[in-house]
């Protein structure tokens, strides 16, 4: 708490705060993954986790600085030092000794999608049919240890994923539920109901939280862990969800998920 304070920065009177050019960077790598991390028609980082990180950053006296990487990728760009953390609707389940944590700052559920007149309705009807997944994802994880399933492709991001599913490529895909309800939305520029449906099984419910390299100590993941309980308790990310379209309610982080 005492690094975070002092990074925010003491001024006596008559000092001027830093500008943001004078603040220290927080590095954040994340891919495409509407509505959470994606590149808005001006050009710039938009999405949920981007809005969070600007603020929680805010609030430790940093500048946050986006990198759009490959999701496959992402472990070597930590070991490399390109960024300082991956943020992007990231589970936590299952991976709480891989990385160094900052969070969780929301749950989300992982679901599997099919074609709205799929006779596929229940996570049983899965065994013998072909999955798509985003590749090093959570639902990879989960269908790669399914040996009922026909076949599991995985693909390097969530377009390619839908595409698979609209061309007949696959019989179903899985991911994170919002992620899915955003596609499902702009997906050549249909409604939501007209091409898909979600199954009414969770998969999982995962909290989201923030990775940091394992053997990091400079305290920042403990500072951002903080910045993200003052956004959650006074509201802020429950603002952004809501923005985004999101019950905030649905996301609120349960005891025993993480």
């Known amino acids: ?10 001024f006596g009177c008559g000092q001027t705060p830093p500008s943001d050019a004078d ?5 954040i790598a994340s891919d495409e993954y509407p509505p959470f991390f994606y590149v808005s028609e001006s050009g710039e980082y938009a999405g949920i986790d981007v809005e969070l990180a600007v603020e929680a950053c805010r609030r430790m006296g940093y500048k946050a600085k986006f990198v759009r990487i490959r999701w496959a990728e992402k472990n070597d760009v930590l070991a ?3 960024a300082d953390c991956l943020w992007g609707s990231f589970s936590m389940n299952g991976r709480e000794d891989e990385y160094l944590w900052a969070g969780p700052y929301m749950t989300s559920r992982q679901v599997v999608a099919v074609g709205k007149n799929s006779g596929i309705n ?11 997944v985003q590749i090093t994802t959570k639902a990879d994880e989960i269908f790669s240890k399914r040996e009922d399933i026909a076949e599991l492709y995985c693909y390097s991001d969530m377009s390619l994923v839908f595409a698979a599913l609209r061309k007949g490529y696959v019989d179903a895909i899985a991911g994170h539920e919002t992620a899915f309800l955003e596609f499902m939305k702009t997906d050549s520029g249909r409604s939501e109901t007209s091409r898909y449906r979600i199954l ?3 998969l999982l419910s995962v909290n989201l939280g923030v990775a940091f390299a394992l ?11 903080a910045a993200i309980g003052e956004m959650r308790a ?21 005891e025993g998920t993480v």
Request: without cysteine.
């Open 215 to 225: 053997g990091r100590s400079d305290g920042l993941a403990e500072s951002l862990t």
């Open 200 to 202: 009414d099984e969770t």
């Open 234 to 254: 006074d509201g802020f990310i429950a603002g952004v969800l809501t923005r985004h379209g999101l019950d905030p309610a649905r996301a609120e982080i349960g």
């Open 80 to 82: 490399r030092g390109e």
């Open 1 to 10: 708490m005492l690094a975070a304070f002092f990074a925010a920065g003491v």
């Open 122 to 132: 229940t996570l049983a009807d899965l065994a013998g049919k072909r999955v798509g």
């Open 23 to 27: 603040l220290p960077v927080l590095t």
